[in-house]
C-alpha cells in the first residue's frame, strides 16, 4: 500500500473526534468481519467509533462500539410551565438519574411534561467505508447528510473509484488483509484477542489458499499465538460464508418499530430455499447479542407449504404472557416458538406488527 495514504489515514485518525465505519453488505460478509476488526482496534486506540449498517432504515441510524440499538431520551416541559423553569440540576442515587426542576411562583404542571425518544445520532467527522465500488452505494442516511462536508477513508480491494481523501487497496490482497495492514500501520499493540480473532476469521475465509503469502501465513501464526483462535466461535469454513452472506442480507431486510423498540425479520423460503436451523440460529444470535443487541426480536420464515413458523423474544414478560395467549406455542425466559397455519407471510407480518404495537 502506499506509504503517503497510510500516513495521511494515520493522520486523520490522530486527528477526529468521532468515527463512522460503514462496511458494504455485499461483500458475502467479509467487510462485516474487517469493521469489526478496524471498530475494536480504534477503540483500543481511544477514538470514539460507531458502526453505521448502510442498508438498514433511517430509524437506527448507528451502532455504537458497545454494539447497543440506542434511542436518545429528551425531556420536553411544554408552556406555560417551560417559561417557569430557573434551575435544572440532577443526582444519581442506587442506579437512577433523578432530575431536578427549580420554577418561578408557580409549580410546573404534570401535564406539560413530556419524556420523547429520538433516534441517536452520530457526530462523525471522519467515515471509512469498507468494500464499496462507487460512493453511490453507499445509502447511510449519516453519510448522505454528511459526506459533502467531512473527511472519508475509502478502503476497497483494486478501487478503480478513488473517492475518498484516503484510498487504501492493493492488488491482489483481500479485504481482510488490506485491514490488517492497516491497523498493523496505526499501531500494531492495537491487535488484541479480540481484534486478532476477526481477522485470523476473515483471512481464512476470503484469503484465496494459492494467494496465501509467506507474510500472510505469518500473520495467521500471529493471531493463532495471540490465541484468537479461542476467541473465534466457529471454525473456517464455506459455510461460514453462507452464514455471512445471510446475515449481510437480514440485515437489510429487518423492519423496525422503535415507539415499541421492536424489530421484525422475514426470511423469504423461495430466496433461502437451502436455509438450514443452524444458519438461522446463528443469524438471530448475531442480531441479538454480538452485532446489534436486539432484545425485542420476532423471526418469520416457511419450514414448509402453508404453514408460518415464528420466534419471538420479548424482554417485557407481561407483553410475552400476552402474546402467547394469541398464539399458542413453546414459550420459555424471555422467548417463544409458535406456528401459524397460513402461507401469506406479508399479511402474517403485517397482523402480528399491529398487535405488537398494541401491547
Known amino acids: ?22 462496511p458494504s453488505l455485499n461483500t458475502r460478509g467479509e467487510a462485516l468481519l474487517s469493521s469489526l476488526a478496524l471498530l475494536f482496534s480504534l477503540n483500543n486506540f481511544n477514538r470514539k467509533t460507531s458502526l453505521l449498517l448502510g442498508s438498514l432504515p433511517a430509524s437506527v441510524v448507528a451502532v455504537e462500539s458497545n454494539r447497543t440499538w440506542q434511542n436518545k431520551p429528551a425531556i420536553i416541559i411544554n408552556s406555560p410551565s417551560g417559561e417557569k423553569i430557573s434551575q435544572l440540576r440532577y443526582e444519581k442515587n442506587n442506579g437512577r438519574v433523578y432530575l431536578h426542576f427549580n420554577s418561578h ?3 410546573i404542571r404534570e401535564e406539560d411534561v ?10 462523525s467527522d471522519l467515515f471509512i467505508c469498507l468494500g464499496f465500488s462507487d460512493i453511490s452505494e453507499i445509502q447511510h442516511p449519516d453519510f448522505q447528510k454528511k459526506k459533502d462536508t467531512v473527511n472519508i477513508i475509502n478502503i476497497g480491494c483494486n478501487n478503480k473509484n478513488n473517492f475518498g481523501q484516503v484510498n487504501l487497496s492493493q492488488e491482489g490482497s483481500s479485504l481482510t488483509e488490506i485491514v490488517t495492514g492497516v491497523i498493523e500501520f496505526l499501531d500494531r499493540d492495537l491487535i488484541n484477542q479480540q481484534v486478532g480473532a476477526y481477522l485470523l476469521k476473515g483471512l481464512k475465509l476470503y484469503a484465496a489458499p ?15 499465538n495471540r490465541e484468537a483462535l479461542s476467541y473465534t466461535p466457529n471454525p473456517c469454513t464455506s459455510e461460514d460464508v453462507n452464514q455471512l452472506s445471510f446475515l449481510e442480507s437480514a440485515l437489510g431486510q429487518i423492519d423496525f418499530y422503535p415507539q415499541k423498540n421492536i424489530a421484525i425479520l422475514v426470511i423469504d423460503s423461495d430466496k433461502y430455499h437451502h436455509l438450514e436451523a443452524h444458519d438461522l440460529v446463528f443469524v438471530i444470535d448475531e442480531l441479538r447479542s ?15 407449504e402453508e404453514l408460518t413458523q415464528g420466534i419471538i423474544y420479548l424482554e417485557d414478560k407481561g407483553r410475552l404472557e400476552q402474546f ?23 399479511l402474517i407480518k403485517n397482523q402480528l406488527t399491529n398487535y405488537l404495537l398494541s401491547l
Open 105 to 107: 411562583d408557580l409549580p
Open 210 to 224: 494459492q494467494e496465501l503469502s509467506d507474510r500472510l501465513c505469518r500473520q495467521i501464526a500471529q493471531f493463532v
Open 290 to 304: 454480538r452485532l446489534l443487541e436486539l432484545n425485542n426480536l420476532i423471526v418469520l420464515w416457511h419450514p414448509e
Open 324 to 346: 402467547a395467549v394469541s398464539y399458542p406455542g413453546h414459550y420459555q425466559e424471555g422467548r417463544g416458538v409458535f406456528n401459524i397455519s397460513k402461507s401469506d407471510l406479508s
Open 114 to 123: 413530556v419524556l420523547s425518544f429520538s433516534p441517536l445520532e452520530t457526530e
Open 1 to 22: 500500500m502506499d506509504e503517503r495514504q497510510l500516513s495521511e489515514f494515520k493522520r486523520l485518525i490522530e486527528n477526529s473526534r468521532e468515527i463512522a465505519i460503514i
